[in-house]
C-alpha cells in the first residue's frame, strides 16, 4: 500500500475561481484565463497518484503551474497582439463573475498596498498591467496582490530575488503613477451616473464639467463593430464620439453596473449588451474612458 494518501478531488477542483482570478490579471480575458486553468487541472490529472501525494498543498502547487503557463502566454502575447485590428482592451469582467473579488486577504498595513489590493482589478490597474513585460507583471501581481515571497517568485520567473523584487518595485512604480485611486466608489459612481444623463440629454455644457480637459477615450472592437480605431484625445473629440453613437444606434439604453468591481456604464439594444464602459477618475472628473465594442469580449454580459 502506497505511503501517499491521494488528494481529495472535491478539494483540488474547489479553488478553480481563485485560480481564474489570477490568471485573469494575468491575461486579461476570461477565455484566456479559463482555458490556463484547465490546462493547469490537466497538468495535475497527468502527475501519479505518488506525486500527487508527495504535494503538501494543491493549491500552492496548482498557483505556481498556472503561473507558469500564464508567463508563457504573456511571452508569446506581442505576436498576436500585432495582427489585432484596432486597439486592444482587457475584457471586462461583470458583477456576475464571483472572482472579482477573489483576492486572499492582505496583512500589509500599507495604504498604497491596501488600495492596489481594493482596485486590483479595476480597469485602470488592468491597462497598467499590459503595460508591464511579462516578468515584472508576474512579479508584481504574485507579490503586491497575492503577497508571494521573492524566493518564490524567483523560481517561477527564473530570476534571482533580487531580481524579482526591482520587477515588482518597478511595476509599483508604474501603478503609483498612472493611478491614483483617492476617490471612493460613491464618487465614481456620481461621476458616472451625471456622465449618463448628460450624454442621454446631449448636454454639451454638462458634459464638458464632468470630462477633464485632456480626457483619452479608447475603444476596443476588434474590427468586428464600429468604433474609434485610434485612441480619442481631449473632451470636445470624446464628446462629439459618444453623442454620435446615439445617431448609430436610436434605440441604445445605457444602465449603470459594476464593471470590474467598480462602477462603470453597459449600453444594450434591445435587451442585448453591445458596449461596456470603464471609467476612471481623476480630482472629480473623467480622465480615462474604456469602451468594449468588440462582441468577442462581451460574451459573458449577454
Not at 498595513?109 to 503595460?131: G, N, Q, R, W, Y
Not at 491614483?180 to 440629454?201: C, D, I, M, Q
Request: include cysteine.
Amino acid at each position: 500500500m502506497s505511503k501517499f494518501k491521494e488528494k481529495n478531488p472535491a478539494q483540488v477542483y474547489s479553488n478553480r475561481s481563485k485560480l481564474e482570478s489570477l490568471a485573469y490579471r494575468f491575461l486579461g480575458t476570461i477565455p484566456d484565463a479559463e482555458d490556463a486553468v484547465q490546462e493547469t487541472y490537466l497538468r495535475w490529472h497527468r502527475l501519479t497518484q505518488t506525486e500527487r501525494g508527495q504535494i503538501v498543498s494543491p493549491i500552492a502547487w496548482q498557483r505556481t503551474t498556472l503561473t507558469r503557463i500564464c508567463f508563457d502566454q504573456l511571452k508569446s502575447a506581442k505576436s498576436k497582439r500585432e495582427i489585432y485590428i484596432g486597439e486592444w482592451l482587457p475584457e471586462p469582467v461583470s458583477q456576475d463573475q464571483c472572482w472579482v473579488s477573489a483576492v486572499e486577504s492582505s496583512e500589509a498595513t500599507d495604504p498604497v498596498d491596501d488600495l492596489i489590493l481594493e482596485h486590483s482589478v479595476s480597469m485602470a490597474l488592468m491597462i497598467v498591467l499590459d503595460k508591464m513585460t511579462p516578468a515584472e507583471r508576474v512579479s508584481f501581481i504574485l507579490h503586491d496582490v497575492f503577497q508571494y515571497s521573492f524566493g518564490e517568485i524567483s523560481e517561477i520567473v527564473n530570476r534571482t530575488p533580487q531580481a524579482c523584487r526591482q520587477l515588482a518595485s518597478s511595476g509599483r512604480k508604474r501603478v503609483n503613477q498612472e493611478c491614483h485611486f483617492a476617490y471612493s466608489s460613491e464618487e465614481h459612481r456620481r461621476v458616472n451616473s451625471a456622465f449618463r444623463a448628460a450624454w442621454l440629454t446631449g448636454n454639451i455644457r454638462e458634459l464638458v464639467t464632468i470630462l477633464d480637459e485632456r480626457a483619452c477615450a479608447i475603444t476596443d472592437s476588434g474590427g468586428l463593430t464600429s468604433a474609434a480605431t485610434e485612441p480619442l484625445y481631449g473632451r470636445d473629440a470624446i464628446i462629439n464620439f459618444f453623442l454620435s453613437a446615439f445617431e448609430r444606434q436610436h434605440n441604445l439604453q445605457i444602465e449603470e453596473e459594476y464593471v470590474n468591481g467598480e462602477p462603470g456604464l453597459v449600453g444594450k439594444v434591445a435587451g442585448h449588451t453591445v458596449t461596456v464602459i470603464s471609467t476612471y477618475i481623476k480630482e472629480g472628473r473623467i480622465k480615462d474612458i474604456w469602451v468594449m465594442r468588440n462582441p468577442e469580449k462581451l460574451t459573458v454580459w449577454h
